[in-house]
């Protein structure tokens, strides 16, 4: 079976802007700030269309429905929503601050968990993330301080720089600091709980939700400060815990990358560079998300000095 691509959707949002027109040459829908671009996902609200080959057209919930075993392998069900999504985040401005609900607290919120992470693919000058609380910071000193309006006295903050990679955990609190183009991986998840949003107003003019109650019930405290991988001596796996792992493969022009059937489903992003899938002559540019199916035997080759992120495991 051969790889499939999919059409991006684009999201607009308060935070957005053209940057994935500026580095990847899409057409984004004119007159919009594009924060956020979903490149493959299977969510009931939201789905992904094969773009290309022998399924063009056909919503990825459809494919799996048909096809479960050669994309998924034979003992996935094919009603089971696929359980991964990806994104390109492009941070303009400041997002929210923000959590996701842990696993054993979701339900009763009334949401989803939602491990993610965030993989730097340019970052402005003086770009940050806030990932985590400070050593000591109580959910009292945080209440006090979101009501006086400073919780960034409370919040773990940091630099960062183009090929960082930071894992954030459900029951994190978190936003992303402007200047950032970051490919968020993600549990198929859609639950984001704002706890402040910095003054700001939304789209419409208005402040914007938040959900002070949820928000609370969900970061754990007492937990240490998140630390980023940097890029200077990134390992070859950047991610690994119990939904997916994220290997980095950096391919110098000419070389090659192979995958065998039957092993497991795979996603392949192209970060920097270029591929050339060998069977079709096909190209896969800078920006490209790609799911390699179960029963795909594919093989690339860099056409130029490449960068590629692998996610695996999430079956």
């Given amino acids: 079976m051969e ?8 999201q607009e949002r308060v935070w957005g802007g053209r940057t994935l ?28 269309i094969v773009r290309g ?17 050669e994309i998924m392998g034979p003992r996935w ?19 929210s601050l923000q959590v996701h609900p842990p696993k054993d607290r979701a339900a009763a919120l009334g949401g989803e968990p939602k491990t993610e992470n965030w993989f730097l693919a340019r970052a402005g ?3 940050a993330l806030i990932v985590g609380l400070r050593p000591g910071v109580t959910r009292e000193q945080f209440e006090q301080a979101l009501a006086a309006g400073t919780l960034e006295t409370c919040v773990h903050r940091f630099p960062v720089a183009a090929g960082d990679s930071i894992l954030v955990r459900s029951g994190t609190v978190h ?32 402040p914007r939700t938040l959900h002070l109650r949820e928000a609370l019930a969900s970061i ?54 270029r591929l050339k899938e060998t069977a079709t002559a096909g190209t896969l540019a800078c920006g490209e998300n790609v799911l390699l199916p179960y029963a795909g035997q594919l093989a690339f080759t860099a056409t130029e000095d490449s960068l590629l992120l692998v996610t695996e495991n999430f079956t």
């Fill in 3 to 10: 790889l499939l691509q999919f059409d991006s959707i684009y």
């Fill in 53 to 69: 080959g022998p399924w063009a057209g056909q919503s990825f919930r459809a494919l799996i429905d048909a096809r479960s075993g």
């Fill in 125 to 127: 000058p003086g770009a």
């Fill in 21 to 48: 027109a500026e580095s990847f040459g899409r057409a984004l829908p004119p007159g919009r700030l594009v924060g956020e671009s979903w490149e493959i996902v299977d969510r009931p609200d939201a789905q992904s």
């Fill in 220 to 273: 754990l405290w007492n937990q240490p400060e998140p630390q980023p991988v940097r890029a200077a001596s990134a390992p070859a796996v950047l991610a690994d815990c119990a939904e997916f792992r994220i290997r980095r493969v950096p391919l110098a022009r000419g070389a090659g990358l192979a995958f065998d059937a039957g092993q497991q489903p795979r996603l392949l992003h192209v970060v920097r560079g």
């Fill in 175 to 206: 936003a992303i600091d402007g200047g950032n183009l970051i490919l968020e991986i993600q549990q198929n998840s859609d639950t984001t709980y704002r706890v402040y949003d910095w003054g700001r107003t939304g789209l419409d003019g208005r």
């Fill in 77 to 95: 069900p094919a009603a089971r929503p696929f359980p991964v999504l990806v994104k390109w985040l492009d941070c303009r401005e400041r997002l």
